[in-house]
Nanobody, 120 residues
Framework: QVQLVESGGGLVQAGGSLRLSCAAS????????MGWYRQAPGKQRELVAT???????NYADSVKDRFTISRDNANAMVNLQMNSLKPEDTAVYYC??????????????WGQGTLVTVSS
């Protein structure tokens, strides 16, 4: 089993920055991809950024050039540096990881979410 705990959300003014962190525990050696998703009120959850174990990153068009995802495999952490924040970035941000279970089955896990509020 893998567990995820996010931290770093909060309230920030438009144009400001926040850094989200996600710490994994449990079977961390089995983790493959990690990433961040977000869900705004009344909207579906959407991908923000993902990163492979080797460090290859993928971003949603809406956050490219503003957000940076990074990963520390040794400490089983994934971070999201968010710059030039906009009110439309307001959402609950969820950490996600996929990993191989004990019989090599594909599994996915989510954190509890952390709220990011950007005021105009």
């Amino acid at each position: 089993q893998v567990q995820l705990v996010e931290s770093g959300g909060g309230l920030v003014q438009a144009g400001g920055s926040l850094r989200l962190s996600c710490a994994a525990s449990g079977a961390i050696s089995r983790i493959n991809g990690m990433g961040w998703y977000r869900q705004a009120p009344g909207k579906q959850r959407e991908l923000v950024a993902t990163i492979t174990r080797s460090g290859s990153a993928n971003y949603a068009d809406s956050v490219k050039d503003r957000f940076t995802i990074s990963r520390d495999n040794a400490n089983a952490m994934v971070n999201l540096q968010m710059n030039s924040l906009k009110p439309e970035d307001t959402a609950v941000y969820y950490c996600n990881a996929d990993y191989w279970g004990p019989i090599s089955e594909y599994r996915e896990v989510w954190g509890q979410g952390t709220l990011v509020t950007v005021s105009s």
